[in-house]
């Protein structure tokens, strides 16, 4: 290989990435990108692909759930949320969209995120056992008629198994977001309601749950519409 002239010197330290070396790192990156686009684009495609399996199969079920749910409020009950990890954040995420509505004209109703208490959840864990931190708050917080609303991609999560539990013996009606089969969730008969995501990605499957329940969210308000708790402002 010949040495560079000093023309192609000064060329390089002025126009580095016009190097063959440069030029063959960009190629290189632009590769990159190509395939990262693409899987943008897979990815993309196959959250809707679920999200459309997952209402062409479940829309009665949802329709369900958001019966149960808008008979608690009728009856001045109270709707409860519980999850782990990332199905935590929806559990606040469902809570707060009823706590604090952010359509005109629909009221707040009551909603507790039983996975929100840092105290509560490492007192109990510390003490007896991660199984029970939500067991004992249904204990103190719940009364038969309320709604608990659990999230778990698996439905095999024990804290929240033993919350489903704890709730049909206590009256409480169960509405379950899970994936899959839904676990022992389903399998085991502790809940009313399953919505399913037809998925094995925790990804795909949380991001179904979030447009099932900003779905379900308004399902409930429009069964409640002539309710004495109902939305519309000149109802108060």
Sequence with gaps: ?????????????????????????NANAQGLDDALLKSIGA?????????????????????NAAKIIASTYAKRGRLL????GGSSCDAAHLAVEFMHPVTT?????????LSQDTAMITAVSNDVGVEHVL????????????????????????????????ARVMGIKV???????????????????????????????????????HILWDLVHSLL???PVGLSQEKK
């Design 175 to 213: 509405i379950a977001f899970t994936g899959r089969t839904g676990g022992e969730m389903v399998s085991g008969h502790h809940c009313d309601v399953a919505l399913k995501v037809p998925s094995d990605s925790i990804h795909r499957i949380q991001e179904c749950h979030l447009a099932c329940y």
């Design 135 to 166: 067991t004992r708050q249904l204990s103190a917080l719940a009364n038969p008629g309320d709604t608990l609303v659990v999230f778990s991609t698996s439905g095999n999560s024990a804290n929240l198994i033993e919350a489903c539990k704890k």
């Design 43 to 63: 990815k993309a495609r196959d959250s809707l692909s679920v999200k459309e399996q997952f209402f062409a199969r479940q829309s009665d079920a949802l329709l």
């Design 105 to 113: 004209g629909r009221r707040a109703l009551p909603a507790i995120n």
């Design 81 to 84: 949320t519980a999850g782990n």
């Design 225 to 227: 519409a002539d309710s």
């Design 1 to 25: 290989m010949s040495e560079p002239t000093d023309n192609q010197s000064v060329l390089s330290a002025l126009y580095p990435f016009a190097s063959s070396e440069a030029k063959e790192k």
